[in-house]
């Protein structure tokens, strides 16, 4: 099994920033594709960002590329997104997700096994 576990979601006003964290836990996650997803209310859970525990590729979709980061500490099986120019629409609950397949399909809510509760991010005009 596999916990995860989100913070630092908070209020921000709009071109402010905030950085979120995924705290790992339990099976070695070495192997696993890791991913930040959101959703707003009343819409569909969405692709953020993603990267694996080894290598430098990271995946980002293109309405925060330029804007997030995603990046690790493997020392502490921990995931961050750093965000930047925070955007009203950025407005959603933000989820870290683990994708322990031999196919990882990056942008895919079905293809990640394990779910953090999620954390609140307010943007305010």
């Known amino acids: 099994q596999v916990q995860l576990k989100e913070s630092g979601g908070g209020l921000v006003q709009a071109g402010g920033s905030l950085t979120l964290s995924c705290a790992a836990s339990g099976r070695s996650l070495i192997s696993y594709g890791m991913g930040w997803f959101r959703q707003a209310p009343g819409k569909e859970r969405e692709f953020v960002a993603a990267?694996?525990?080894?290598?430098?590729?990271?995946f980002y979709a293109d309405s925060v590329q330029g804007r997030f980061t995603i990046s690790r500490d493997n020392g502490k099986n921990t995931i961050y997104l750093q965000m930047t120019s925070l955007k009203p629409e950025d407005t959603a609950v933000y989820y870290c997700?683990?994708?322990?397949?031999?196919?990882?399909?990056?942008?895919?809510?079905?293809?990640?096994?394990?779910w953090g509760q999620g954390t609140q991010v307010t943007v305010s005009s």
């Open positions: 997700a683990a994708d322990g397949g031999v196919t990882w399909n990056v942008e895919d809510v079905p293809s990640y096994d394990y």
């Open positions: 990267m694996r525990w080894t290598g430098s590729r990271t």
